[in-house]
């Protein structure tokens, strides 16, 4: 065999297995979209219902304070602390600009999940528009290990005072 046919055998083995690693690579991204869907995609109204509220809230108001209390039996509050922490991820990757988790010094099955978003609409962004099916099923993990339903506060500046930063 010459070298000019040595050649064209090598770049035709080339295509050949450049071609089969591209589809594996296609496989691949495929493979990788379809778990990233998963997690990213907004189809899920989540586990919050819409705030009920007594007062009239400008979407632009804020910036808002979240305060959730949970009642969690001692034996799970391990559990609830560990699945507090991813819920935490998720809160500041839909909007809150501050998070933290509080253990009520004289109720120890109570515990308070405090969290603030810069505005109302902010807020109504993370119920809706940016809860992924991911986000609320880590939501509900964490609920789930609490009794009853959790207590909602939503704390807004009073009308007419500018939000101070």
């Given at each position: ?31 990788a ?38 009642e ?11 699945a ?82």
């Open positions: 065999m010459g070298p000019a046919r040595r050649r064209h055998r090598h770049r035709r083995d080339a295509a050949r297995v450049g071609g089969a690693a591209a589809g594996v690579g296609g496989l691949t991204d495929l493979a979209a379809a778990r990233a869907d998963r997690h990213a995609r907004p189809d899920h109204r989540g586990p919050w219902p819409e705030p009920a509220l007594a007062l009239p809230v400008d979407p632009d108001d804020g910036p808002v304070l979240v305060e959730v209390a949970y969690v039996p001692e034996d799970r509050a391990e559990r609830f602390r560990a507090m922490a991813e819920a935490a991820v998720s809160r500041r990757r839909t909007g809150a600009l501050r998070w933290n988790l509080y253990q009520d010094a004289a109720d120890p099955r109570r515990w308070v999940e405090v969290f603030e978003v810069a505005s109302w609409s902010e807020h109504l962004r993370q119920h809706g528009a940016r809860l992924t099916g991911y986000d609320a099923q880590l939501l509900t993990t964490a609920r789930d290990l609490a009794e009853g339903e959790p207590e909602v506060r939503h704390l807004v500046p009073p009308a007419g005072e500018p939000a101070r930063p």
